[in-house]
């Protein structure tokens, strides 16, 4: 006998990982409205994940999320997985016809690219639903249209990103770093954080330059989480403090917690504390959520895998 069941619609499901930048390097704005930057991006262990299904010809676009911050995400265009999705049924001369699901893993609006890496996920995911069989060269090219950190997403590992952030050379880095993250339900815009930055510095910002970083890549290399934590570094953070004065503190009991290197993540607002160990960032996670310096806690690791079909 014969099922007159419907076959299911063909789908493809893709994890994307969240990112830190160890180092963010910020020289003097351009005039494109851009800065160039010297960074060290390193993958994290929380994910996104897309899953991208097969719809009929002329359906076009639909988008549905979860998560536990999911009523925070736009549904529409202004979603970058919506616009991956656009951008790559444009260059491979298909509509884009499919229905995107996003399920949130990574913080939202925290500095840690968890659009980016949507957007990186619905390019691998559509890609293969599309058997469009681009290189991962072709893909970076598209990711680095619709944003500076979708490029990272979608290598993963640790990378030095310059340009706009979005040029990457892979780096090496040794074993399993441990970290605890204090997210803030209000975020906080990148455009404003880097406004805010011009203020600060005009165009006195010092150029550039990756040499900055030859201890920070040294201590990946050795995998030292001391001399990492000693090495972290980011030029936003002082312009991020300006626009959310009541992060200082959560930095605070990060340190007094006997955090190896604290820093705001990005442009921020999450506040990114480097551990010992699993246990030791489970318990600064604690302190801060005692405190109530953070409206939710995250701990992971680092390094972790880029874009992949699961
Ligand atoms: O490239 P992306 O869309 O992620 O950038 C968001 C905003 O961040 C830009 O509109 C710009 O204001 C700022 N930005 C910048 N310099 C960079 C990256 C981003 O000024 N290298």
């Keep these: 006998m014969t099922s007159l069941a419907a076959a299911p619609s063909p789908s493809v499901r893709v994890r994307a990982p ?7 390097r910020v020289g003097p704005v351009e005039e494109d409205g851009y800065h160039p930057l010297v960074t060290v991006f390193q993958a994290v ?8 299904t097969e719809v009929a010809d002329g359906v076009g676009l639909s ?7 999911a009523d925070r995400v736009p549904l ?31 913080p939202v609006a925290g500095g840690m690219a968890g659009g980016s890496a949507d957007a990186a996920a619905t390019l691998v995911a559509c890609d293969a639903l599309w058997g469009a069989g681009l290189s991962r060269a072709e893909l970076s090219g598209l990711a680095a249209r619709l944003g500076s950190d979708v490029p990272f997403a979608l290598l993963g590992h640790t990378a030095v990103g310059t340009g706009r952030g979005h ?3 892979p780096a090496m880095s040794r074993g399993e770093f441990h970290w605890a993250f204090a997210t803030r339900d209000e975020g906080l815009s990148t455009p404003a954080v880097y406004g805010r930055f011009d203020e600060m510095y005009g165009t006195t910002a010092p150029p550039v330059d990756v040499a ?16 990492l934590g ?3 570094h980011n030029d936003l953070e002082p312009a991020a403090l300006e626009l959310r004065p009541e992060l200082e503190r959560t930095l605070e ?26 246990q030791h960032a489970l318990a600064i996670a604690a302190t801060w959520t005692a405190e109530d310096a953070a409206d939710a806690v995250w701990c992971t690791t680092a390094p972790a895998a880029g874009a992949r079909v699961l």
């Design 76 to 106: 529409d265009a202004s979603n970058l997985a919506w616009r991956a999705a656009e951008v790559l049924a444009e260059h491979v001369g298909t509509s884009p016809d499919v229905a995107l699901h996003l399920s949130k893993g990574v």
């Design 253 to 278: 009991i990060a340190r007094n917690g006997g955090a190896l290197g604290a820093m705001v993540s990005g442009s921020g607002p999450t506040v990114a504390a480097l551990a010992r160990s699993r």
């Design 167 to 169: 040029l990457l050379t």
């Design 18 to 24: 969240g990112k830190i930048n160890l180092s963010l």
């Design 63 to 69: 988008l549905t999320v979860d998560g536990p911050q």
């Design 230 to 232: 000693a090495a972290l």
């Design 212 to 227: 900055d970083d030859n201890g920070l890549m040294q201590a990946l290399r050795a995998g030292d989480p001391t001399a």
């Design 45 to 52: 262990a929380l994910h996104e994940e897309v899953t991208a």
